[in-house]
Structures are given as structure tokens and as C-alpha cells.
């Protein structure tokens, strides 16, 4: 199972940004799905998770700016940035808790992807 990132780079204050996770492999059902960001000298934190019945939940200081999204067909996820603002500068990741089967035996796993840089200048 591999989780690829893309769109992130550089945006003016005030601009957006679409980041994408594509999740590849097979054998495996996603049970939740989620973005997180490690800002310059800070731990890694949690921006929105989204669960398999499509729940979603956001960091509170986020929510109404940011929007994350699934699509089931294509096993990929979105997170929606607007109005991003310096302090939104980070390496953005994307996660996955997922079900991998094996014959008849089951076990999740978390997997992340490498991280996407967003700088937001003022």
C-alpha cells in the first residue's frame, strides 16, 4: 500500500490550494483517511480526518477554511485550502488507516505519504 501527495508549493496569503493523496495497492480496505502538517520547528499536527461513513472532523482553528474530501472510486483524498495565511506554512501529510487482508486473517495498518511542502507568503 503506497499513499502519493501532490499539490502543494507556493501561494500568496489569502490564495488556495487543492492538495491530492492517491492511495495505491491492493488487498486492503481504508478505514480512515486524514491530512496532517508538521510546521517549521513544531510536532506534526491534525488538520481533518475522514472516516470510512464519510465523518469528517477538523482541527478547530481550521474548520470553515479548510475542506477534506474522499473519492471512493479512486481511492484518493483532497484537502480544499482557502484563505491560507503564513502561519498555514508546512509540510502537509497525508495518512491512511487501513484493514490489509491476508487469506483469511486481517490487521490495520497505518501508512503515511512523504509530505508536500505548502509555503504561504505574505
Known amino acids: 500500500v503506497q499513499l502519493v501527495e501532490s499539490g502543494g508549493g507556493l501561494v500568496q496569503s489569502g490564495g488556495s490550494l487543492r492538495l491530492s493523496c492517491a492511495a495505491s495497492?491492493?488487498?486492503?480496505?481504508?478505514?480512515?483517511m486524514g491530512w496532517y502538517r508538521q510546521l517549521p520547528g513544531k510536532l506534526r499536527e491534525t488538520v481533518a480526518t475522514?472516516?470510512?461513513?464519510?465523518?469528517?472532523d477538523y482541527a478547530d482553528s481550521l474548520e470553515g477554511r479548510f475542506a477534506i474530501s474522499r473519492d471512493n472510486a479512486e481511492n484518493t483524498l483532497y484537502l480544499q485550502m482557502n484563505s491560507l495565511k503564513p502561519e498555514d506554512t508546512a509540510v502537509y501529510y497525508c495518512?491512511?488507516?487501513?484493514?490489509?487482508?491476508?487469506?483469511?486473517?486481517?490487521?490495520?495498518?497505518?501508512?503515511w505519504g512523504q509530505g508536500t511542502q505548502v509555503t504561504v507568503s505574505s
Open positions: 495518512s491512511m488507516r487501513a484493514e490489509v487482508f491476508s487469506g483469511s486473517y486481517s490487521e490495520e495498518f497505518d501508512y
Open positions: 495497492g491492493s488487498g486492503f480496505r481504508i478505514v480512515a
Open positions: 475522514v472516516t470510512s461513513d464519510g465523518t469528517t
